[in-house]
């Protein structure tokens, strides 16, 4: 008896191993999603953690790539919110208060510094990233900056800060300036306008594209379904 019950045992012990080995199999197998966004942009913010979420729900990876707006916008037909008609600046004005409303995330609809270069940013992220290290709490942190704290993210204070409240060495600060870091992020940048992007944040799921924080829903199904 003790024989047959050690023999059942291991065999519960082999059969946990066999299923956990399946779903790193299968994490392995999953794509990941592909998210592209700008440092800055409000609706890259508001749908941040919410992507990252649904990553780690189901258990897949998630890859952020900042990139320039002026590279996806000359590619995709954008201008700068400031060259855009007035009825369209007030009505973004108005989505952004129904969005803050709605998702309890308490933005500054005028935030002092808005519009930022946020090429120290992208490019400190980047370096962290090619590190090894997952950025989403940094990217998020730094998102927060411009939108919730009013600090300016193209100072280096801002970014060192940013840096030290994740527990990342202020190292990736100097790394940024690399000229490794900023061929990543013009990889990106052109990335982007190969995949035909058109504006931020847009997310991949394999080939399938969705533009807007607003289709993270269906984002969502095609992770499930992959």
């Not at 189901?58 to 009825?87: F, Q």
Request: hydrophobic share 40%.
């Amino acid at each position: 008896d003790g024989c047959l019950t050690k023999h059942v045992c291991l065999g519960s012990v082999n059969v946990l191993k066999t299923a956990s080995a399946l779903q790193t199999q299968e994490a392995e197998l999953s794509e990941p999603i592909i998210h592209y966004f700008f440092v800055q942009s409000p609706w890259s913010f508001f749908g941040f953690r919410r992507a990252v979420e649904i990553a780690k729900k189901h258990g897949v990876d998630i890859i952020h790539k900042p990139c320039r707006a002026a590279d996806v916008w000359e590619h995709g037909g954008g201008v700068p919110l400031a060259k855009r008609p007035l009825p369209r600046q007030e009505y973004r004005l108005v989505e952004l208060k129904r969005w803050s409303d709605h998702l309890g995330i308490p933005i500054n609809l005028h935030p002092k510094y808005f519009p930022a270069d946020e090429t120290l940013a992208a490019r400190t992220i980047i370096a962290v990233q090619d590190d090894g290290k997952d950025v989403s709490d940094l990217t998020e942190t730094l998102m927060g900056d411009i939108w919730l704290r009013e600090r300016d993210i193209s100072l280096p204070a801002t970014v060192r800060e940013a840096l030290v409240s994740n527990g990342l060495s202020t190292e990736y600060l100097e790394n940024a300036d690399l000229p490794a870091i900023a061929n990543i992020y013009d990889a990106n940048c052109q990335s982007a306008r190969d995949r035909n992007i058109f504006g931020v944040p847009t997310y991949f799921v394999g080939n399938e594209m969705f533009w807007g924080q607003d289709r993270l829903d269906f984002v969502e199904r095609a992770v499930a379904q992959n």
